[in-house]
């Protein structure tokens, strides 16, 4: 059974950190890319970052220069460091596992930033 559990949410003011985690089981973690999505209210999901099999990432430009995202596969594990978050960061984050075709979602974590 595939699995991916973030934790890390929660409440911060404008211009402070949080640290996202997904763990992944049930599949091959070091064989997957990885992706952090955000949702905000009213609006699409969309992609926040990525980082691949082989440790390359790729950031969306609004996000670029404050959030980076790192995995361990030691730990069957993806963060994603916050920083300076503004309250346009809030939403739901969404953990993703995708290998060729088959993408996996984890049930989010809220993220609110306060003004």
């Known amino acids: 059974q595939v699995q991916l559990v973030e934790s890390g949410g929660g409440l911060v003011q404008a211009g402070g950190s949080l640290r996202l985690s997904c763990t992944v089981s049930g599949v091959i973690f070091s064989s997957h890319a990885m992706g952090w999505y955000r949702q905000a209210p009213g609006k699409q999901r969309e992609l926040v970052a990525r980082?691949?099999?082989?440790?390359?990432?790729a950031y969306a430009d609004f996000v670029r220069g404050r959030f980076a995202i790192s995995r361990d596969n030691a730990k069957n594990t993806v963060y994603l460091q916050m920083n300076s978050l503004k309250p346009e960061d809030t939403g739901v984050y969404y953990c993703?596992?995708?290998?060729?075709?088959?993408?996996?979602w984890g049930q989010g974590t809220q993220v609110t930033v306060s003004s």
């Open positions: 993703n596992a995708l290998r060729f075709s088959t993408n996996y």
């Open positions: 980082i691949f099999i082989s440790g390359t990432t």
